[in-house]
């Protein structure tokens, strides 16, 4: 579940041509394995050379660097945590036959690195796929009665919906009141301002076109149809998630959209928040490109040369008393896979059961462009929703995020799936 971003297929020949160029690298190199080519070979060519997806590409590279190694040669090599799981020892066909007996018949998570938890997400992804078929077989059927009860339900749902959504925010308004304000942040407002003001006239038409079509006062279209079954399941309408991603129930993405709304109305008349939800925004990657253009404009130099540096914060968000002077304190972050230790201000194993974890404030400073960390650090995905692939408009993925790996190396994490959410399904 917290594995590999795209599934991806693979076959017996994929094994053979591996297994080949291991035998004939290490024939022809007695002295000196060539661990490099090796690695190379087999996780970038043979078996990278189907994966389309890089943060998946780094999951086989890391596979490949603990497999191939030195390490490897040393007596009963352990493959995972998991005592069960080693490369036996030299011995007889009939003793690998034995070891190969007591290999359970289900491979656990621990089993490729991951935590317990990844089987637990998977498991709720099923028992979700498995309610939502059920939902739809006892959705086909029913008569009048049936009818004219779901009617009457989403009926209260839209009314609910025309009390609660929020009002439009003066686009002209905000304009001319931020008119002496020439930074790239600007537009991003702007823009994020039209786009929340189509989401909200489109949820107030189609709120009232639908209560009028159960009244009788107009034909119910084929796309009214599809939100009236939506409300009625208590799912947000397919049409109404143009505007960004979620996976979100209804009664959760109304008050979320209403906190959306709210942070761009602080924005607008107040100023950007001294820590700001960018979960909250259609598109975040507008919003970092701002920053750096913004920074590169004041330091005079080319935005290609800034990068962030990233600075957990350990206060909450009422320690934090000012803005920064470059970039900006984002909130409301998650972890998957793994969890946040504030006393050793690094990453630390998820606790079971705790699918995701509460991320702290996290303070994202433009800086001149430094050469990648790797010693004691992960470079950590950050993902706008669980869906971590997003679709091909719209890629969940954001930015790499470098922080403290705590006491596991950065592999130990890339097998772990550990990445930062921006956004969560409930």
Not at 207 to 214: E, S
Not at 249 to 254: E, F, H, I, M
Request: hydrophobic letters at 40%; proline letters at 6%; charged letters at 20%.
């Amino acid at each position: 579940m917290l594995g590999w971003n795209v599934p991806y297929d693979s076959n017996d020949s994929d094994f053979d041509i591996c297994e080949n160029l291991l035998a004939m690298y290490l024939d022809e190199n007695p002295n000196e394995i060539p661990w490099d080519a090796i690695r190379y070979l087999i996780a970038e060519a043979n078996y990278g050379g189907r994966v389309t997806d890089a943060p998946d590409n780094r999951i086989l590279r890391a596979y490949a660097s603990e497999y191939f190694s030195p390490n490897a040669l040393q007596p009963k090599f352990m493959l995972s945590s998991l005592p069960t799981y080693f490369i036996p020892e030299d011995n007889s066909l009939n003793a690998y036959r034995n070891y190969a007996r007591e290999l359970p018949l289900q491979d656990f998570p621990e089993a490729f690195g991951e935590h317990v938890n990844a089987e637990i997400s998977s498991l709720i992804q099923d028992t979700d796929m498995i309610c939502e078929i059920i939902i739809g077989m006892e959705m086909g059927g029913g008569g009048g009665g049936a009818s004219h009860d779901r009617d009457a339900a989403v009926m209260g749902t839209c009314e609910t919906l025309l009390e609660k959504i929020p009002e439009e925010i003066d686009w002209e308004e905000v304009a001319d009141r931020n008119s002496a304000d020439v930074s790239p942040l600007k537009v991003c407002l702007l823009q994020e301002i039209e786009r929340y003001n189509e989401l909200l006239t489109q949820l107030k038409a189609n709120n009232k076109t639908l209560i009028k079509g159960i009244q009788g006062f107009v034909v119910i279209s084929k796309e009214q149809e599809e939100v009236l079954m939506a409300l009625y399941e208590g799912r947000v309408p397919k049409s109404w998630l143009g505007t960004y991603p979620s996976l979100k129930p209804l009664g959760s993405w109304v008050p979320d959209l209403i906190e959306r709304i709210a942070q761009l109305n602080f924005w607008a008349y107040e100023g950007i928040p001294k820590a700001f939800w960018l979960g909250g925004l259609t598109y975040p990657t507008s919003f970092l490109t701002g920053l750096l253009q913004g920074s590169a404009r004041k330091n005079m130099v080319s935005v290609d040369v800034l990068s962030f540096d990233f600075v957990v914060q350990a206060g909450d968000e009422s320690t934090i008393t000012a803005l920064p002077k470059e970039g900006s304190n984002f909130r409301s972050m998650s972890l998957e896979g793994c969890k946040w230790d504030y006393n050793a201000m690094a990453l630390a194993d998820a606790e079971t059961m705790q699918l995701f974890a509460p991320f702290p404030i996290i303070h994202f400073k433009p800086v001149a462009k430094k050469k990648n960390v790797t010693d004691g650090f992960y470079q950590c995905p950050l993902y706008f929703y669980p869906i971590r692939t997003g679709s091909r408009e719209r890629p969940s993925f954001m930015i790499w995020v470098d922080l403290k790996a705590g006491a596991h190396s950065g592999d130990f994490w890339i097998k772990r799936g550990a990445a930062l959410l921006l956004s969560l399904a409930s």
